[in-house]
C-alpha cells in the first residue's frame, strides 16, 4: 500500500529562507560587475523612489494629524500639551516612520518590481537574455534591488518630515498649542541617535523589502496565476519581515 507524503510547511519555508539567502549572496557578488549598468539603477531609483514619494507624503501627513489629534486629548488629560511634538516626533523617527514607509513601499513599489520581473519570467524574456550572454542578475534584478535600497531611507525621511508638518498643523494651527513651546521642546528631546534608529531602520527595511520583491519575481512560476501569487507572497512576507525585524531591532538598540 503506497503512501502519500504529506506536505510538510515548516520544511518548505526553511528551504525558502535557505534560498533566499543564497539568492541575496549572488546579489551581493554580482554588485561590482554590475557598475556599468548605473542607468538602469538610476531609473529604477526613480521609479521607486520618487513615484512612490506621493503616497509617501500623502500618509504621512494623515498620519501626522491622526496623531496629532489622539496625543493632544491624551496629554491634555495631564496637562501637557505643550510636549506634543516631542512624544510624536520621537514615535515617527523611532518607529511610525520606518515601518508605515516600508508597509507602503511593499505595497506599492515591491508589487511593481515582483510583477514585472514575473512578466518578464513568462514571457521568456529573461531567458532571451541568457541566450544572449546577458545576466539578468545583474541587468534585471540589481538595479532594482539597488534602487529600493537606495530608495527607501529618502522615503522613510520624507515621510518623518511631512508626519511631523501634519502635527505641527494639528496641534499649533488648529489646536492652539504654544509654537515655541512645540519645537523647543522637540528638539530638546529628539537626539541624533533617535534620527539614526529611523535611519537604520529604513536601510535595513528597504534591504528586506527589495529582496522578497526581486526574489519572488524572479523565481515566479511562468504562467498569469503565477505571477499573481508572486505579488501576492511579496506582500505578505514583506509587511512580516518588516515588523519582526522592527521588534530586533528596537530590542537590540534599546
Known sequence: MSTVRKPSYLVDGIAQVGACGLFLLQILVAIPSSL????ETIRQVWFVGAMSLTIIMTCGLFVGMVLGLQLYYVL????????LGTVVSLSLYRELGPVV?????AGRAGTSITAEIGLMRATDQLTAMEMMAVDPMKYVVLPR???GVISMPLLTAAFIAIGIFGVQLVGVQMLGVD?????????????FDDVREGLIKGV????????????EGYHAEPTAEGVGRATTRTVVVSAVLTLVLDY???AFML
Open 36 to 39: 556599468r549598468h548605473i542607468k
Open 76 to 83: 491634555s488629560i495631564f496637562g501637557g500639551t505643550a510636549a
Open 101 to 105: 514607509t516600508a508597509l507602503l513601499f
Open 145 to 147: 534591488f539597488l534602487g
Open 179 to 191: 509654537q515655541g513651546s512645540f519645537w523647543s521642546q522637540m528638539r530638546a528631546a529628539v537626539e
Open 204 to 215: 535595513v527595511f528597504g534591504i528586506a523589502c527589495s529582496l522578497i520583491a526581486v526574489f
Open 248 to 250: 530586533l531591532l528596537t
